[in-house]
């Protein structure tokens, strides 16, 4: 079936540094979803991507969708203690009504104020 | 808007027990549903999902089981807990093709 893997599976990081996470699919994806954990907390949906070389940014956060849609990138720009978190990436197997995601091991991100 | 309610947040049970977790989403129709456990420090594990009433499918062979009687109602059961069924227990919800919603989950600790 098809595998989404994720590197680093953890980061740590002084307040201020940037941050890279990276994701790799076995399968061409339809979309490729972000999520965000918080420590304790449960996954929550931050943005999805869908076009061949898309990029997206949100405030700090830049998401891009790779040429052939097979690998994405999460860059967060000078960290904050509130980026603190597992980043999850997330890619669509199963078609029609039969839809599921195939997540990524997540990346944790530390930030040390 | 869609809500998606899940109980009990922590639960603490003996190894051979049984299990009941419950899962309401709101404020949406025909949703497809899915549980996950994610052991300490890991990723999402997809246990079960269904695409409506009545229907299930497993994703990992295991002494777990899921049921859906209402549209919007998803149940994860055990007859008999093992130690390694201990976990964080989430509950998500999407619209075919679409982003996932993730309930605040549950807590199993099994002893």
Known sequence: ?113 | SQTIHQWPATLVQPVGSPLSLECTVEGTSNPNLYWYRQAAGRGLQLLFYSVGIGQISSEVPQNLSASRPQDRQFILSSKKLLLSDSGFYLCAWSVPIDTQYFGPGTRLTVL
């Not at chain 1, 996470?21 to 999520?35: A, D, E, K, M």
């Not at chain 1, 940014?57 to 994405?72: D, M, P, V, Y």
């Not at chain 1, 978190?85 to 599921?100: D, H, I, L, M, Q």
């Not at chain 1, 091991?105 to 104020?113: E, Q, Y």
């Open chain 1, 1 to 113: 079936g098809q595998q989404v893997m994720q590197i680093p599976q953890y980061q740590h990081v002084q307040e201020g540094e940037d941050f890279t996470t990276y994701c790799n699919s076995s399968t061409t994806l339809s979309n490729i979803q972000w999520y965000k954990q918080r420590p304790g907390g449960h996954p929550v949906f931050l943005i999805q991507l869908v076009k061949s070389g898309e990029v997206k940014k949100q405030k700090r956060l830049t998401f891009q969708f790779g040429e052939a849609k097979k690998n994405s990138s999460l860059h967060i720009t000078a960290t904050q203690t509130t980026d603190v978190g597992t980043y999850f990436c997330a890619g669509p197997e199963g078609g029609g009504s039969n839809y599921k995601l195939t997540f990524g091991k997540g990346t944790l991100l530390t930030v040390n104020p």
